[in-house]
DNA sequence: ATAAAACTTGACTACTTGGTCAAATTTGAA
DNA sequence: TTCAAATTTGACCAAGTAGTCAAGTTTTAT
């Protein structure tokens, strides 16, 4: 872990992008996969390279032939999902109506956790160890990001669009809330017993997590 | 861990309770105390007991000496963890004014993740990995008394005290949202960078958080 | 078809880990 | 003070752990 380079995000601009075979593709497929599930339960230090490899189906030696280390796994597959954990944020556009750019984005946010909680545990497991990986990146790029958008809704309430509420916690607010459904689906569900697993109920979450923020942040 | 009774909460009220002398007392504190630390960040797999004994300032040896094992440091501090929790949110009084009696809960959440955050963290671990020693806890004791507090504030609903919003959803996103500034600290400080370390950043956030919620839920 | 390159694996190593045990050392009640 | 009980620890063990290596097997370009 020490002294090597920290390049999520960051990275993969210039790289050559070594060309991948089949087999290539498909296996490093097969580990990412496996690796998100390992990890997001039990830790980058709980996780063990033989439990990643015998659910991706394959010798943890052929697992190594992939990746030269734990690390590397780890770190790509956190890569692979700060990546698509940024798009939609980017999306919100400051020239769109408020309510409609954030009710799309609470929207998307809420499907991604819905559709792959995986990736957001294994995102909070790594804050919460202290984002050793990642540090960097959520003091840099991330950081910007977040400014950038925090100016934009700024510009909201400047303009009486939005209720004077403070920017960067009205975004925690929206990740907080989103990751929650991912994150603690375990309680979710011990809470709302058989409701939880009905066909709609993950529409009718977001309509209720709608309606909460969007009215605490509507003008009055 | 298999086949180990799960006695989580609901114990510890008819048991003899055996007299502890002083450097039990003392040493037991130790142990739980570094054990929340390390469990914290490294999780319940992740976590060794060489770390935590060293933490706790005495031998593998010593430690093993007052906790029969590795599971049991860990239930227990789980165990007392649980207990602070649910204390506020029991003493939210239906027969109180609703605005008021959620101010002051969110209020009691906010600063009990502020002033322990690894408790939090610990927690949130223990719920990810799929709550292995407590999905009991959840499915009942939990369960009974969030469908009490869910009635209260449908009742309060009812009385046109507050907006009609799901009563579990918006429990879920208080809870969300107050574990957000313990669990994501690390993110939160990166994004608000020096500002987050300043005397009166912790009641700042609450009044942020608390004006976006309490707004998106006073009736309209 | 064939051989080089790509892929796969069992055996192995050095190290960590939870837990045991017996032998000290310390504590505290009489 | 005194000695049994309580506390503490180093040595040890069996079961993992990440990663190496050399010897195979399969793919693929020709």
């Given at each position: 872990m020490a002294g090597k380079e920290n390049q999520i995000v960051e990275a993969g601009k210039k790289q050559p992008k070594k060309k991948r075979s089949r087999i290539q593709t498909e296996n490093r497929a097969l580990i990412l996969d496996a690796a998100l599930q390992v990890f997001s339960t039990d830790g980058y230090r709980g996780a063990t390279l033989d439990r990643i490899a015998e659910k991706a189906g394959m010798s943890k030696t052929n697992l190594l032939y992939y990746f030269p280390s734990k690390e590397d796994v780890y770190r790509t597959a956190l890569e692979q999902i700060v990546v698509n954990w940024l798009d939609p944020f980017r999306d919100?556009?400051?020239?769109?109506d408020p309510i409609e750019q954030l009710r799309r984005y609470i929207t998307l946010k809420l499907k991604a956790s819905h559709e792959n909680p995986e990736a957001s545990r294994l995102f909070a497991n790594e804050i919460q160890r202290g984002a050793p990986l990642i540090k960097d990146f959520l003091e840099t790029t991330l950081k910007k990001l977040v400014d950038e958008k925090a100016k934009v809704i700024h510009r909201w309430i400047d303009d009486g669009k939005?209720?004077?509420?403070?920017p960067y916690h009205l975004i925690f607010l929206i990740w907080a809330t989103t990751q929650h459904y991912a994150d603690f689906d375990v309680q979710v569900n011990a809470l709302l017993g058989n409701q939880a697993s009905k066909p709609g109920f993950y529409e009718q979450s977001a309509q209720a997590v709608l309606s909460i923020i969007l009215n605490g942040i509507r003008p009055r």
């Open positions: 919100i556009d400051g020239d769109g939005l209720a004077p509420v403070d």
